[in-house]
């Protein structure tokens, strides 16, 4: 836009303006020799932009496809990119464009080129650390089975992931670019007739004790431009990164309101004193950035002191959203209201947060889906079993190291001793299962929730950690809830179950009777999708065996 906002020729020289301040004919004054700089300053623009552009092209044109590469592949490809990407880091940027600005008589073009291969090393580990963190997730080897080319991957599922970094760092690249090159300019490299930033800035300094004005224009010009690129790359990168839709915040407004409401809510009455807990009229609302999505709609159950509850429903149904309102667990933009919900006599929603806290571990525990992903992989499992003891139990190193051992071996555990010292990565899913149980157990709670205990876990450790629930369950006369969405795991081991569906209750009541006779016909297609009373393969080929038999007669 140079040649159409410019006000007069950048390099014509009026004597009458030399060193003047803004009037209407100069807006911006004249400098110390008379230019006009305004003038100087938009035609700067023009190169300044386009030297940030060529650092940008030259930097993303090696650094990321040697960072997509070096991160898929690895080997010797990663470790010799890696191995250039260090000794470019460690050698003086500066000292360089020095030298290359001598040798091509300051060509600021050639200059920014030499920069670019400067900020290579930084896309190229930027997109090397996301490479690798995407190249092992299961959507890439599930593409890879399914005859994706190498190619197809690195575009297709890989660029899209570093592309939000990729462009922060972009626009970070081109506010130092600008930086560098006004700093090359103002050092007096580069064409000295060209109307540039950094040489406006070097006029301006040598002519600091006449015009201080003269440094301001650039120098805003400068400092404006590079913020707006920091914040224009984190508000693309945002935009970029979130593809499915925005939550909202909940603010300490909203929290405000909602708390008075369920305190006003809250006017459940007391249970009979057998209830270990009690949800009644259970909402749970998320907030969306237009709208708000209610996922419970009024939830009702209660559970009996020394009872197994079973709350099944297939994926979805609001069993784990259930389960993390009574566990005040839910996330921060999720809004949860309820009539009362009770545990062992108490209706949390009347207490505040640090008391509610309080009963977490001791009154109520809690096992959770994943066991490898809920130990952290940092810490050992005696460290992970011993440190909670000492917080909330207030034990003692030495007596909580004895507890654990002894919860170990209650959950099944040989060797306590050597599985203490082991790190999650060293156990199976069935003993990280047992040990998370320890660790639900060592308060010895009243109410034990489980939220599909054995869905990570392979077939028969699954039978066998149910059936250590059951016998912990009843040696402990605790309130069990099982979230689940397999009924064979309700006819083993419940006592009561309620069905949920699309974020209501849609039949509860004993085992028994609801196996015998559903009422409602969800629960009847569930019951009927439970594979335990289905025909075995060797059934199955017998009865195929005696029909082919049949035919041929
Ligand atoms: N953070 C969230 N933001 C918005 N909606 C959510 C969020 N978490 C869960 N939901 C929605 O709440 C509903 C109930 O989810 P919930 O996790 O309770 O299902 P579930 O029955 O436990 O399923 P699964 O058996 O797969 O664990 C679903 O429609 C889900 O999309």
Redo the contacts with the bound molecule.
Sequence with gaps: MAPLIQMHDPNRIDYNIVNAMPSAQHILGGDSIGRDVWSRLVWGGQDAFLGALIVMVVGIGIGVPAGIFGGFFGGMRDLSFSWISDALMSVPGMIVLLIVAGGTNGNMMILMAVMGVFMAPGYYRLTRAATIAVRNEPYVDAAKVSGVSNGRIMMGHILRVVAAPIIIQTSLTAGVALGMQAGLQFLGIGDPLAPSWGAMMSDAMNSILTNQWLMVPPAVVLGVLIASFAIMGSTLGQITGTRSEK?RRVTRADRKRLTALTRAHATDAAPASDIAVRVSGLKVT?AMSKRE?E?LHGVDFEVRTGEVLGIV??????????VFAILDLL?G??ISRADGIWINGTNVLTIDKSQRRALLGREIAYIP?EPISNLDPMFTIGHQLTEPMRAVLGMKRRAARDYAIQLLLRVGIADPERVMKLHPHEVSGGMAQRVLIAGALAGRPKVLIAD?PTTALDVTVQAEVLELLRELQAEENMALIL?T?NFGVVADICDRVTV?KD?RVVEAGEVRDIFRSPANPYTRELIDASLDDAESRTELDAREAQRLEGVSA
Excluded: F, L, W
């Excluded at 429903?313 to 259930?322: F, L, R, T």
């Design positions: 939550t998320y999505i996922v429903g297939e994926s979805g149904s609001g069993k784990s959203q259930s996330p933009n999720a889906q599909e979230v969405h949920m974020g």
